[in-house]
């Protein structure tokens, strides 16, 4: 009896060390490829303002619904920029604060603001899809330059961009932003999402023709009126809760020539507001990706988990069985190994703190905490994502519902 217990001791220790060594080799990679994205990813800023011919029409299309708090900065940065032919299509979409006065306010002061009160979303349309598309549909230009109200653009953002769609004959280009957190859960939780999220949207996969990855960071993505039109505009993609990956996977799928480059620099952009928010958007992403691949999401789901969450919460057994087991050799390695992806996890977390989210890499000490938010509000999406209300995004409630429609 003492054999067989003592053989189903290293079997655990075996299966638990194992995991270890998997979640510390795979946080190896996260960081290396981590420092290869920085390094190699192409930025806004390389190309030659000079050489911008400047008669191409940029029509931005500005969706925003009850942004009293941010609309104002937004508008005062697109009106500043030093590219001369543009206009602003700011769509109201069904505000009930004061978002609309602000843009009238602004509309009064220059005539390249046009205000559109976006009518009621039809049902199957994800709210900011619809006012994305009615934007399109008084839309003048040749090129279509989406932004999200809680973003702020340099003056030269607009000129550089279109110098990259000129220059290198492209059909839409998205900006990496520099994503602000407004409040201490998304200081903590930020870095540790973006090291996962990081290797599969990098701009490394984006710009590789042979990669089947397309994104747009939804606070800044300019596309050709042409290849726009052609993928289907935000009607192909008006269920879809994360329109902006949607459409620039459609536009990867299409075989458009389309370029991810770093912003930083010129664009600033809000990610989560405060734990309300934040919490609404993990969910948010995780049901896009439930109601698209269940069984993809849910192995997505159980890796978050193990890779994020599990290294903080085996760390206590890990330590009482090393002072209480007579197998001292296994029992040691399998805390070494745990202490060890410990440290990876806290290195790889301040790295995106310092390097990606520039904020104190302080934050990364936080890490167990981040790993516990993310891994369950991905785990409570996955058990919701068929309840009637199950997505709650700007004061809207949606339900996936695939038998019937997309979303309702």
Same mark, same amino acid.
């Given at each position: 009896?003492?054999?067989?217990?003592?053989?189903?001791?290293?079997?655990?220790?075996?299966?638990?060390?194992?995991?270890?060594?998997?979640?510390?080799?795979?946080?190896?990679?996260?960081?290396?490829?981590?420092?290869?994205?920085?390094?190699?990813?192409?930025?806004?800023?390389?190309?030659?303002?000079?050489?911008?011919?400047?008669? !191409?029409?940029? #029509?931005?299309?500005? %969706? /925003?619904?009850?942004?009293?708090?941010?609309?104002?900065?937004?508008?005062?940065?697109?009106?500043?920029?030093?590219?001369?032919?543009?206009?602003?299509?700011?769509?109201?979409?069904? #505000?009930?604060?004061?978002? /609309?006065?602000?843009?009238?306010?602004?509309?009064?002061?220059?005539?390249?603001?046009?205000?559109?009160?976006?009518? %009621?979303?039809?049902?199957?349309?994800?709210?900011?899809?619809?006012?994305?598309?009615?934007?399109?549909?008084?839309?003048?230009?040749?090129?279509?330059?989406?932004?999200?109200?809680?973003?702020?653009?340099? %003056?030269?953002? =607009?000129?550089?961009?279109?110098?990259?769609?000129?220059?290198?004959?492209?059909?839409?280009?998205?900006?990496?932003?520099?994503?602000?957190?407004?409040?201490?859960?998304?200081?903590?939780?930020?870095? =540790?999402?973006?090291?996962?999220?990081?290797?599969?949207?990098?701009?490394?996969?984006?710009?590789?023709?042979?990669?089947?990855?397309?994104?747009?960071?939804?606070?800044?993505?300019?596309?050709?009126?042409?290849?726009?039109?052609?993928?289907?505009?935000?009607?192909?993609?008006?269920?879809?809760?994360?329109?902006?990956?949607?459409?620039? /996977?459609?536009?990867?799928?299409?075989?458009?020539?389309?370029?991810?480059?770093?912003?930083?620099?010129?664009?600033?952009?809000?990610?989560?507001?405060?734990?309300?928010?934040?919490?609404?958007?993990?969910?948010?992403?995780?049901?896009?990706?439930?109601?698209?691949?269940?069984?993809?999401?849910?192995? =997505?789901?159980?890796?978050?988990?193990?890779?994020?969450?599990?290294?903080?919460?085996?760390?206590?057994?890990?330590?009482?069985?090393?002072?209480?087991?007579?197998?001292?050799?296994?029992?040691?390695?399998?805390?070494? !190994?745990?202490? $060890?992806?410990?440290?990876?996890?806290?290195?790889?977390?301040?790295?995106?703190?310092?390097?990606?989210?520039?904020?104190?890499?302080?934050?990364?000490? $936080? #890490? %167990?905490?981040?790993?516990?938010?993310?891994?369950?509000?991905?785990?409570?999406?996955?058990?919701?994502?068929?309840?009637?209300?199950?997505?709650?995004?700007?004061?809207?409630?949606?339900?996936?519902?695939?038998?019937?429609?997309?979303?309702?």
């Amino acid at each position: 009896m003492v054999i067989i217990l003592y053989t189903e001791l290293e079997i655990i220790y075996g299966i638990l060390t194992a995991i270890m060594f998997g979640i510390f080799g795979t946080w190896i990679y996260f960081i290396g490829y981590m420092l290869k994205s920085l390094k190699q990813s192409p930025t806004l800023q390389s190309v030659d303002k000079t050489l911008v011919t400047k008669n !191409i029409k940029v #029509s931005v299309i500005l %969706p /925003a619904r009850n942004e009293e708090k941010y609309i104002a900065k937004c508008l005062e940065s697109l009106t500043s920029q030093d590219y001369a032919n543009f206009e602003i299509i700011a769509i109201n979409d069904s #505000s009930t604060d004061g978002t /609309a006065d602000i843009m009238y306010q602004y509309a009064r002061k220059s005539s390249s603001i046009v205000v559109v009160n976006a009518k %009621p979303k039809p049902d199957g349309w994800v709210g900011k899809n619809w006012a994305c598309y009615e934007g399109y549909l008084r839309a003048s230009g040749d090129l279509l330059l989406f932004t999200d109200a809680d973003t702020i653009h340099s %003056p030269s953002v =607009m000129s550089l961009a279109v110098g990259q769609i000129e220059q290198q004959n492209l059909d839409a280009l998205t900006a990496i932003p520099k994503l602000l957190c407004k409040d201490v859960w998304t200081k903590i939780t930020l870095p =540790m999402l973006s090291n996962f999220l990081h290797s599969r949207f990098s701009a490394l996969r984006v710009n590789n023709p042979k990669t089947k990855t397309g994104y747009f960071f939804g606070s800044f993505y300019i596309i050709t009126r042409h290849a726009y039109e052609m993928i289907g505009t935000h009607k192909v993609v008006k269920h879809e809760l994360v329109e902006d990956g949607a459409l620039g /996977a459609r536009v990867k799928e299409g075989k458009f020539r389309m370029k991810m480059v770093r912003g930083e620099r010129y664009i600033d952009a809000v990610w989560a507001r405060d734990f309300k928010t934040l919490w609404h958007g993990l969910r948010r992403l995780m049901i896009s990706i439930y109601s698209q691949d269940r069984r993809g999401a849910t192995l =997505m789901t159980i890796a978050v988990f193990f890779l994020l969450f599990e290294p903080f919460l085996l760390v206590p057994y890990a330590l009482i069985i090393s002072q209480q087991t007579d197998d001292i050799l296994l029992s040691r390695i399998l805390l070494d !190994i745990n202490l $060890a992806t410990i440290a990876i996890v806290l290195l790889a977390n301040a790295i995106q703190s310092k390097f990606v989210v520039f904020q104190s890499p302080i934050y990364a000490l $936080a #890490s %167990p905490l981040s790993g516990a938010i993310v891994s369950v509000s991905f785990i409570s999406s996955i058990l919701d994502a068929k309840k009637v209300g199950a997505v709650n995004w700007r004061d809207r409630k949606y339900t996936v519902n695939k038998s019937q429609h997309p979303l309702k």
